[in-house]
Structures are given as C-alpha cells and as structure tokens.
C-alpha cells in the first residue's frame, strides 16, 4: 500500500489498524468472513474505472470486451455452482438482489409474508424501517416458542389467510436448517412466487452442507460475503422463465452501472468455490458450529433450539441477569467478536436484546477446529457466567491473542 501511504496517511494507517483488529481477536459475527488474497486484489484492480452498464454483449458503453468476460465467467460459474438457470451478478448488495427479486413481480401494496425480524428473519422481509415493509403489505411468522423451530402450521395459516403474491425464505438469525420444499409447497397453493433468500446459508449449499432451494424457488437472492466468502456484494438467481425481468429489475430499475471490479472479484470466489478444498471448507464449518455449540450447552448455556445444523448459533440470556449488550461487550473485552441479536420473543430493543448470535465462517476459514472450538467454547461460557470478572476478562484476552497468533491470516 506504498501509494496510499504516501497520499493519505490517515487512511493508511486506518487500513493496518483494522487489519490488526480482525487478526487480533477471534471474529464470530456469523455474517463475516475473510476472502482470499485473490479475491482482495481481483477487487483492487483498474475494474473500478469501467462504466458497463447493460449485460455482457449488449451494453451502452464501448471498451467492454474484458468486462464482459469477467461478467460472463461470474454467471457461468454462479449457474455451475449452484445449479441455477439464469444468473445476475450485479446487485451491489443482498438488499438490492432482494428489491430487484420483489419488483420483478411485485407493485406496491402487494402481500408479502416473510419471517418476523426478530424471530431470525432479515429487514428486507418487510420490516416496517425498510423498504419492503413500507412498499409491500406484510404478514409474518415465526418460531414456536418451545422448540425454537419455524413453526409451518403458522406459516400456512399466514399464508391462507393473507394470500401473498410472494413468500420470502431466509433468515438472517435461524441456527437450523430452513425446509425451502415445504415453503415452496406453501408457496404452490395459493400461487404465490417464492423468493429464497439464501445469504447466510450460501456457501454452505455450495459446499454441499446444506439442501438446495433451485428446485423449489422462482428466484434465489444471495449475498457473495457470508459463507460464500467472496467480496461484499450481492446475486440473483432464477429460472429462465423469469430471467429477462430479473435482469431488467437491476438494471436499469434500480441500480446504474455495475462494479466491475467487483464482479471480477466475485467470478473469483465463485471459481474458488467450485474447488474441492471449499467442500471440505463448508463441512469444517458446520463441524466447528456443532462442536462450539455442544461445548456452550454442556456448560449451561441456552440455546435457540437447543443447537444448530448450521454455521451459527443463537444464544438465548434471558434465564442470565445479562443483556445481549453487556455480554457483546464484556466478550469484546475478552478478545471474541459477536453480535447481540434479539431472541425469540424478545422483550427488550434491538440496541440492548436478551440475545448473541455466534458464527463459525470466519474463524474455520482462519484454519480453526474442533479442538480451538472447545477451548473458546469454554471461554464464551466462562464470560457468560462471570461477564463483571475483570481479572477473568484480561485472562481471556491473553489467551485470545495467542491463540490468533498461532493462526494467522492474509499472508
Ligand atoms: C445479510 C443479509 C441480507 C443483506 O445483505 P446486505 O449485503 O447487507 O445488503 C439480506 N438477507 C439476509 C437473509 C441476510 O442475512
């Protein structure tokens, strides 16, 4: 970074100072994840000064030949991947991929019904501060409350009732595995399109650690950063059937020109992700999360159905005189990065909760196992129970940053 050294060193050093944080502690925020060196300089390149707005072979500038290649590789490797028809690699985010889903189908004041956000579900499933519940008339399930699994009799009732245009499927908070065949079905009987939303569990469906949803969705949205590990950004996939409107909705409805050098980076990840080394990936994920949340139960603490078939886990505080802030904090302190994240039933704001959310991507991606998840485990647990113990807390951080020391990362 000699160049940015020299033309800007507050941001420079801005740069190495957020570098040493992401190395220095354990990162367990179950959306994150470090992409490779590659996909880092794939995002870097000259890419960023190319305006290609349009598709590869029929855009509205010239010089677009290397453009179209990077573009048309990131679609043909998203449709290899994961076994779609059609691909769009251009939503900037998982929230423009969502809108661009909604408005292929959808004029404001159409039914939606989509998981309760703090139930797991994600903003863009109609939360009254978003877009969609603003645009679109939303009814919402949730989890039973004694088992902490989506609970389909809700979801068919909300959906009979209601008669959706369109159901959404996805969590952004849910640690068990989501039954896209049943909601398709749902979806089926009262002829509703059905739009998962597969940002969380991406990378898992491409390692094969998790059942697909192309068989049973008229579009799947995802984000590329999460488990998928490729840059930050967003992609629509679909059946062919739709794919002229889906194309049409992200551009030019709601976005202008793509980034392209984005789009290289994630043609990038997405060839990484069709290597054997992201199977094995994708199963040390789920391992890790089933080892660290075995390890969290056995030691008293309550989890959101009692466990996770994936790479996240919710812990539940509320039998705990501790919110979901001071437990972020006092773990921050310890050197371990988590989210407060609302509970099911949740009584308190989504500034304080009665909740964390804890994530395997990050650090299974860092090299670590099953023996590091039972050590951390430990320490997670050991905070939970003593969160005021200042002595417990500098005893942790120590530990934290030698154990990061012997995984290190962006070499
Ligand atoms: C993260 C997430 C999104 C939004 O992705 P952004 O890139 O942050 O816009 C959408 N849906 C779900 C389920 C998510 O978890």
Same mark, same amino acid.
Not at 143 to 165: A, H, L, N, Q
Not at 241 to 252: E, L, T
């Given at each position: 970074?000699?160049?940015?050294?020299?033309?800007?060193?507050?941001?420079? #050093?801005?740069?190495?100072?957020?570098?040493?944080? #992401?190395?220095?502690?354990?990162?367990?925020?179950?959306?994150?994840?470090?992409?490779?060196?590659?996909?880092?300089?794939?995002?870097?390149?000259?890419?960023?000064?190319?305006?290609?707005?349009?598709?590869?072979?029929?855009?509205?500038?010239?010089?677009?030949?290397?453009?179209?290649?990077?573009?048309?590789?990131?679609?043909?490797?998203?449709?290899?991947?994961?076994?779609?028809?059609?691909? %769009?690699?251009?939503?900037?985010?998982?929230?423009?991929? %969502?809108?661009?889903?909604?408005?292929?189908?959808?004029?404001?004041?159409?039914?939606?019904?989509?998981?309760?956000?703090?139930?797991?579900?994600?903003?863009?499933?109609?939360?009254?501060?978003?877009?969609?519940?603003?645009?679109?008339?939303?009814?919402?399930?949730?989890?039973?409350?004694?088992?902490?699994?989506?609970?389909?009799?809700?979801?068919?009732? $909300?959906?009979?009732?209601?008669?959706?245009?369109?159901?959404?499927?996805?969590?952004?908070?849910?640690?068990?595995?989501?039954?896209?065949?049943?909601?398709?079905?749902?979806?089926?009987?009262?002829?509703?399109?059905?739009?998962?939303?597969?940002?969380?569990?991406?990378?898992?469906?491409?390692?094969?650690?998790?059942?697909?949803?192309?068989?049973?969705?008229?579009?799947?949205?995802?984000?590329?950063?999460?488990?998928?590990?490729?840059?930050?950004?967003?992609?629509?996939?679909?059946?062919?059937?739709?794919?002229?409107?889906?194309?049409?909705?992200?551009?030019?409805?709601?976005?202008?020109?793509?980034?392209?050098?984005?789009?290289?980076?994630?043609?990038?990840?997405?060839?990484?992700?069709?290597?054997?080394?992201?199977?094995?990936?994708?199963? %040390?994920?789920?391992?890790?999360?089933?080892?660290?949340?075995?390890? &969290?139960?056995?030691?008293?603490?309550?989890?959101?159905?009692?466990? $996770?078939?994936?790479?996240?886990?919710?812990?539940?505080?509320?039998?705990?005189?501790?919110?979901?802030?001071?437990?972020?904090?006092?773990?921050?302190?310890?050197?371990? $990065?988590?989210?407060?994240?609302?509970?099911?039933?949740?009584?308190?704001?989504?500034?304080?909760?009665?909740?964390?959310?804890?994530?395997?991507?990050?650090?299974?991606?860092?090299?670590?196992?099953?023996?590091?998840? $039972?050590?951390?485990?430990?320490?997670?647990?050991?905070? &939970?129970?003593?969160?005021?113990?200042?002595?417990?807390?500098?005893?942790?951080?120590?530990?934290?940053?030698?154990?990061?020391?012997?995984?290190?990362?962006?070499?």
């Amino acid at each position: 970074m000699e160049h940015l050294k020299q033309a800007d060193a507050v941001v420079h #050093q801005a740069v190495l100072d957020e570098e040493s944080r #992401q190395l220095g502690q354990l990162e367990m925020i179950a959306s994150e994840n470090f992409a490779s060196p590659a996909v880092r300089e794939a995002m870097g390149t000259v890419f960023t000064h190319k305006y290609a707005e349009g598709l590869p072979g029929r855009r509205y500038y010239g010089g677009c030949e290397f453009a179209d290649r990077v573009e048309d590789l990131a679609r043909s490797r998203a449709v290899e991947l994961f076994g779609a028809d059609h691909a %769009n690699v251009q939503p900037h985010s998982g929230a423009q991929a %969502n809108m661009a889903a909604y408005f292929a189908f959808l004029q404001p004041g159409d039914g939606i019904v989509g998981m309760n956000l703090s139930h797991g579900g994600h903003l863009t499933h109609g939360s009254p501060v978003n877009f969609s519940g603003r645009l679109f008339r939303v009814a919402a399930y949730g989890v039973r409350e004694s088992d902490g699994r989506i609970d389909f009799d809700m979801v068919r009732e $909300t959906v009979r009732r209601e008669r959706p245009k369109l159901i959404v499927t996805g969590a952004s908070a849910y640690p068990r595995a989501l039954d896209f065949r049943t909601f398709g079905e749902i979806a089926a009987e009262v002829g509703a399109v059905h739009v998962v939303d597969l940002a969380h569990l991406a990378g898992l469906v491409a390692a094969g650690c998790h059942p697909s949803p192309v068989e049973h969705a008229d579009v799947v949205t995802t984000t590329t950063h999460k488990t998928l590990r490729g840059p930050r950004g967003g992609l629509v996939m679909c059946r062919e059937a739709h794919a002229r409107i889906i194309d049409k909705m992200v551009f030019p409805f709601i976005q202008g020109g793509p980034l392209m050098h984005v789009i290289a980076a994630k043609a990038v990840a997405l060839g990484e992700a069709l290597s054997p080394a992201f199977r094995e990936y994708g199963g %040390n994920v789920v391992r890790n999360a089933r080892v660290l949340a075995r390890t &969290l139960v056995e030691r008293g603490v309550r989890l959101v159905s009692g466990g $996770t078939d994936t790479h996240l886990m919710l812990v539940d505080l509320r039998d705990r005189d501790l919110t979901g802030k001071d437990a972020e904090r006092a773990l921050e302190r310890g050197g371990i $990065t988590v989210n407060k994240n609302t509970v099911p039933g949740e009584t308190r704001s989504p500034f304080v909760t009665s909740g964390l959310r804890i994530g395997t991507p990050a650090l299974t991606t860092r090299g670590m196992g099953p023996d590091e998840m $039972t050590r951390i485990g430990g320490w997670i647990a050991d905070i &939970l129970d003593r969160p005021r113990d200042d002595t417990l807390i500098t005893r942790t951080r120590a530990r934290t940053t030698e154990l990061c020391a012997a995984f290190p990362l962006f070499r």
